[in-house]
């Protein structure tokens, strides 16, 4: 059982270039997200999605695309790399809310450095 | 709003030494509260977790009590060890699995 898996682990861009982080997930959760870490920040949530075809707007938006074609993957794009998106990029995937407390899987990172 | 605040780090502590990691939180209603860990190099991984108030989670010898009084849900653990050197983050989750996270405390635990 993978769990979460994402690629590349890690990239370096020039400012302006496009790429695609890839996440995929084998539990059959319906939510999946995308982070942003930087240093002293914490995580900041970029897109999150409810199920295939329907995604939505995290806290940090900005520069980036998501899509949601099957319940496994989750790509998150970036159009015209930028310095500022210099992070480390999580996914992670949890189950249908209900009853208790859902839980978050998280992928092992994708290091991203725009130059 | 939903937020959560954890004690600035880094923390330092000698092995076998009493660990607390402070955590607050704003939200409506009643939000399920989590710590997660992450060790060098690894994403995120559920340490342990409290649905409800008075809950209190526990797991590998660390321990966490949900507090709605205070609004609090602090991380313990009596005595610590090497490995458990790693970054330390607070969570709630709200409904509509909206995850809110705190910024982070960094342990470093040594001999």
């Known amino acids: 059982n993978a769990g979460v898996t994402q690629t590349p682990k890690f990239r370096i861009l020039k400012i302006g270039q496009s790429m695609t982080l890839q996440c995929t997930q084998d539990?059959?959760?319906?939510?999946m997200y995308w982070y942003r870490q930087d240093p002293g920040m914490g995580l900041k949530l970029i897109y999150y999605?409810?199920?295939?075809?329907?995604?939505d707007k995290g806290e940090v938006p900005n520069g980036y695309n998501v899509s949601r074609s099957t319940t496994e993957d989750f790509p998150l794009r970036l159009e015209l790399a930028a310095p500022s998106q210099t992070s480390v990029y999580f996914c992670a995937s949890s189950p249908l809310d209900g009853l208790g407390a859902n839980v978050l899987t998280f992928g092992a990172g994708s290091r991203l450095t725009v130059l | 709003g939903n937020s959560v605040t954890q004690m600035e780090g880094p923390v330092t502590l000698s092995e076998e030494a009493f660990l607390t990691i402070n955590c607050t939180y704003t939200?409506?209603?009643?939000?399920?509260l989590f710590w997660y860990v992450q060790y060098p190099g690894e994403g995120l991984q559920l340490l342990l977790k409290a649905t409800k108030a008075d809950d209190k989670g526990s797991n590998k010898g660390f321990e966490a009590t949900y507090r709605k009084e205070t609004t609090s849900f602090h991380l313990e653990k009596g005595s610590v060890q090497v490995s458990d050197s790693a970054v330390y983050f607070c969570a709630l989750r709200r409904t509509g699995n909206q995850f809110y996270f705190g910024t982070g405390t960094s342990l470093t635990v040594i001999p």
């Open positions: 999605s409810v199920g295939a075809g329907i995604t």
């Open positions: 539990m059959n959760h319906n939510y």
């Open positions: 939200a409506t209603g009643y939000p399920s």
